[in-house]
């Protein structure tokens, strides 16, 4: 993607018009359009402004990636002695089970692992996890917790934008995480996900859907955006779908009940047929 299509896509995702960003950086919205045509790239000088008008860093306005950010929002709750997302492992990481059987020795990545639950739970049934987590209080958890359960968890602090495979994995899988990841950069990351997949492997995630008659929850940061219906197994049209919906379900993060419209797909990469 060009400087001038990610411009334009943030703009629209803030809800501004041309105009408006014009007026904000005092320029002519003729400067903008020029952007967004890719007939011309912004003064160096405006690049602060533009950055903070469209709430990014300067990095990601001209990069597409986010590599800078070490922190989670949730480093708060990681920090105490609860664990906020539970110990009980998620329903979709049983469904993996359940279908993978022979699990011994797999090799699988749980992207955004928080506190380590499902993490820990595949080591238990027999994968080596890769347990990558933005947040450091997370990924102390998650050591302390495989401790407890004696169980082995390679963990991986790091951003999952920017995060560069340097293997090839059975699973790759994600419980409620991929949410952090900006729209612009959606279809390239499933890509990746999709190319460092090993032939007969796996691709599990959940994520959240907009839905008009669910409330945003309590803890939905800044940095989060909402897939729409179908989005994810669009990004597996190429791939045989195991099982794929849309469901709503009960939540109690933050200690406050509310509920989630959320997407899930397991789909698995075929063997070409020559
Ligand atoms: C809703 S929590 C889900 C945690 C875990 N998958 C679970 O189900 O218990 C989302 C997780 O994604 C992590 N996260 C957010 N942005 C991230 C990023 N850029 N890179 C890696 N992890 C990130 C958060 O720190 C958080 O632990």
Do not use: A, I, V, Y
């Given at each position: 993607m060009q400087v001038g299509e990610r411009i334009a896509l943030l703009r629209k995702e803030k809800g501004f018009t041309q105009e408006q960003i014009a007026v904000s950086l005092s320029i002519t919205a003729q400067a903008v359009s020029k952007w967004e045509n890719g007939n011309a790239l912004p003064d160096t000088a405006l690049l602060p402004n533009l950055a903070s008008v469209l709430e990014v860093s300067i990095d990601r306005l001209l990069t597409g990636r986010d590599v800078t950010i070490k922190s989670s929002p949730y480093d708060k709750e990681y920090?105490?002695?609860?664990y906020y997302w539970g110990m009980q492992h998620s329903l979709l990481a049983e469904q993996i089970v359940t279908i993978i059987k022979?699990?011994?020795?797999r090799h699988l990545i749980d992207v955004g692992s928080g506190e380590g639950r499902d993490s820990i739970y595949f080591a238990k049934c027999g994968f080596t996890v890769d347990s990558l987590e933005i947040s450091i209080p997370g990924i102390e958890k998650i050591k302390h917790y495989s401790k407890l359960e004696n169980c082995t968890v390679n963990t991986i602090h790091a951003n999952l934008m920017g995060f560069e495979f340097s293997d090839f994995y059975d699973v790759i899988y994600s419980m409620?995480?991929?949410?952090?990841?900006p729209l612009d950069q959606r279809r390239n990351h499933f890509e990746k996900y999709k190319h460092y997949t090993n032939i007969g492997g796996y691709n599990a995630h959940l994520v959240f859907v907009d839905k008009p008659f669910i409330a945003i929850a309590?803890?939905?940061?800044?940095?989060e955006f909402f897939y729409w219906s179908g989005e994810l197994a669009g990004y597996y049209h190429d791939w045989e779908i195991i099982q794929c919906g849309e469901q709503i379900i009960d939540c109690n993060s933050a200690n406050i009940p509310h509920q989630h419209a959320v997407s899930y797909i397991i789909a698995r990469k075929k063997v070409l047929s020559t």
């Open positions: 920090q105490k002695e609860k022979d699990t011994k020795g409620g995480s991929l949410q952090f990841l309590p803890d939905w940061e800044k940095n």
